[in-house]
């Protein structure tokens, strides 16, 4: 079931870029929350500590679906609209929007 896009290219960079962004965003979260000088509750906290822990899975999934197509998962327009929405949810609105329109691409090439 390998699909091949004629823009597979474009596709790949901007899924890329998008992941790439999606782990400078995590990393730059992950840091600003030391820069906080007030004592957090503990839900607080675990829920800060959760988000990132699938924000970071779903980043790594995003970087083998572009670097690595068809083998863990399939480089399909759909995979990449699932991806997209997780990451605008869980890491960021601009490494969601970057796949958002690799999504895009490969669906107007589908159709």
Do not use: C, S
């Not at 390998?2 to 782990?23: C, D, H, P, R, W």
């Not at 990393?27 to 007030?38: C, E, F, K, P």
């Not at 509750?41 to 197509?69: C, H, M, Y």
């Amino acid at each position: 079931m390998t699909k091949n896009y004629k823009n597979g290219q474009l596709m790949k960079f901007l899924t890329i870029i998008g992941a790439v962004v999606g782990l400078a965003y995590l990393i730059l979260r992950l840091t600003a929350i030391g820069d906080q000088y007030q004592v957090l509750p503990i839900d607080v906290g675990i829920n800060i500590v959760v988000n990132w822990i699938v924000g970071l899975v779903v980043v790594i999934l995003t970087f083998l679906v572009a670097i690595k197509p068809n083998d863990p998962i399939p480089f399909h327009w759909f995979v990449l609209l699932i991806l997209a929405i997780l990451l605008i949810i869980f890491v960021d609105v601009i490494a969601g929007v970057l796949v958002l329109i690799a999504f895009l691409i490969g669906l107007i090439e589908d159709l």
